[in-house]
């Protein structure tokens, strides 16, 4: 592949899977690989997407790696590139999405107080409990530990069967809270950071999780990873939250990474 492009003040070294370094013989990276690797960096560098007005945007370089496995074909390994945008929230805003989020809380809160007739019948059992541990402190303060004893177990089953009704309720519930804690869960009310890696050829793919990240590919890998001195495989990952993620994703050229597969 070639490319023009360069990185201003930066040192560009060739950067592997620490999985090289594990029971293999070494050799020197070759000046191809290194070119190889300049080259490849810089391009996928420059498609990174341009930090959106409010957001800073820093990119990362990678640790000196100047060896690799002997057994392994001259330029195969994957090529990376990370950064990280930040949104820097107005204080108004902030304050905004804040009361939002507030909001948001205080429908849980009312959607979790027991209905009228479902409090009535819990508060039966709970003035049972009260009931039961008062003569229960009675019966230890006149000696009597073995009915002490007896009245708190008593009073502690009038408890539970009043945490059932309640939990029973709050089951019955359950969805609704879960929607609306996803809802909040969305709501950020100070710096937002979404980490962007793209990667060309990359060998032990990592998992990502719909509700974390998301991701772009193009081109495909090669049979046995053999990827040699050509960007064959482009990975693209976004992780951070929503809808911060989206106006990252939705900023990435997709045409101008496809252009570098090969």
């Known amino acids: ?134 003569a229960s402190n009675k019966a230890y303060k006149d000696g009597d530990k073995k009915q002490a004893s007896r009245l708190s177990d008593e009073a502690d089953g009038y408890s539970r069967k009043g945490r059932e009704i309640r939990d029973r309720y709050w089951a019955s519930i359950q969805p609704q809270v879960e929607q609306l804690e996803a809802k909040q869960k969305s709501i950020h009310y100070s710096d937002v950071t979404e980490n962007v890696s793209i990667i060309a050829n990359e060998h032990n793919a990592e998992r990502i999780f719909p509700d974390e990240a998301a991701e772009l590919t193009f081109g495909k890998m090669p049979k046995g990873n053999k990827t040699g001195l050509k960007v064959q495989y482009i990975r693209v990952i976004v992780k951070g939250g929503m809808p911060e993620r989206d106006v990252i994703l939705n900023a990435i050229e997709r045409d101008k990474i496809a252009q570098l597969v090969h």
């Open 1 to 134: 592949m070639k490319s023009t492009l360069a990185i201003p003040g930066a040192i560009i070294f060739l950067v592997f899977s620490a999985t090289a370094f594990a029971d293999c013989e070494m050799r020197p990276s070759t000046d191809k690989e290194a070119e190889y690797f300049k080259q490849t960096f810089a391009a996928l560098k420059s498609t990174l997407p341009t930090a959106p007005s409010g957001w800073a945007q820093e990119v990362r370089d990678g640790h000196v790696d100047k060896f690799v496995c002997a057994s392994d074909p001259e330029g195969n390994f994957d090529v990376r590139v990370n950064a990280t945008y930040t949104y820097h929230m107005a204080k108004e805003e902030s304050d905004r999405r804040y009361a939002e989020y507030r909001s948001v809380d205080k429908e849980i809160e009312k959607l979790r107080e027991l209905p009228p007739e479902v409090a009535k019948e819990r508060q039966v059992w709970l003035d049972k409990m009260s009931e039961a541990n008062r």
